[in-house]
């Protein structure tokens, strides 16, 4: 039996344009929408240099708009590109894509809301179909099972690591006095948590010997502390990669636009569509 050819509209090239990382012009796409944003990140910033901002605003400004209007160009496009287009729009890159346009537009009734315009550094995670970097989504899967796995582990330590901070901060509120920094057991717990994670900001330190002492073992305390969530996380990740190694690519199911399929797919693993 002769296998059904997809149907060469319009639709599906414009799709197969957007979506698709495998071809030439899937590819310049790509890449073209990757130094848009960049370009998009960079004015935004440049915008927020006061200097920058009173020499050369109506330049900032025309850019920003021309970028703009391409970025909503390119959203209605993924947009009537699919055959589910709210699979689209209320998934994590539509959402991104959205919110990522509309603030210069809405700048007209809310005044400054176009520095929202920086949400758009969101969207450099598709740098990872762009330099085909989906080859490592099996393995950022695996690593998201590890992390829902270690999950309850993590809640545990953490939970310790609270009640330790507690129990340092009040010890600390008891022996140093207020001229040293420790005016309430809040705040004491803050110091606390600041030294245990050896960030150290230096605005409270103890001054009694005693306290010195109990600053040393938080601060010990500290450096082990630190390797548990990694090790916790490591081990779940080492089973996770024995039991399974999925390879994708970077096809998009031209109904819901999921990416993330297996090599040897048919259909969609999301929506059941062919793909």
Not at 27 to 50: A, C, G, Q
Not at 108 to 137: C, D, E, M
Not at 253 to 275: L, Q, V, Y
Request: net charge positive; aromatic share 12%.
């Amino acid at each position: 039996m002769k296998k059904k050819e997809a149907p060469s509209n319009w639709k599906s090239k414009l799709h197969e344009i957007i979506y698709e990382a495998d071809t030439p012009l899937g590819k310049w796409f790509d890449i073209l929408l990757f130094l848009l944003i960049i370009i998009s990140v960079i004015l935004v910033m440049l915008e927020s240099v006061k200097e920058i901002d009173e020499k050369y605003h109506a330049i900032l400004l025309s850019l920003e708009w021309v970028i703009t209007i391409l970025f909503t160009i390119e959203y209605i496009a993924r947009v009537i590109s699919i055959k589910k287009p709210f699979k689209y729009i209320f998934s994590f890159y539509g959402i991104i894509d959205f919110v990522s346009t509309i603030p210069l537009y809405i700048s007209y009734i809310i005044a400054g809301s176009q520095v929202l315009l920086a949400i758009r550094a969101f969207r450099l995670l598709r740098i990872f179909r762009i330099l085909k970097l989906v080859k490592f989504l099996g393995e950022a899967s695996q690593l998201n099972r590890a992390l829902k796995a270690s999950r309850a582990k993590i809640a545990v330590f953490i939970y310790a690591v609270l009640i330790l901070c507690v129990i340092m901060g009040t010890f600390m509120y008891l022996i140093e006095d207020d001229e040293a920094g420790f005016t309430s057991i809040p705040r004491s717990i803050y110091w606390a948590v600041v030294t245990l994670t050896t960030v150290g900001y230096g605005d409270i330190a103890p001054q009694t010997t005693l306290g010195q002492l109990i600053a040393t073992i938080v601060m010990i305390l500290g450096y082990g502390i630190i390797a548990v969530p990694t090790g916790i996380v490591t081990v779940e990740f080492s089973k996770k990669g024995e039991k399974s190694k999925v390879h994708v690519n970077t096809q998009s199911c031209p109904s819901c636009a999921k990416e993330g399929h297996r090599d040897d797919a048919t259909h969609c693993f999301n929506c059941g569509s062919e793909i």
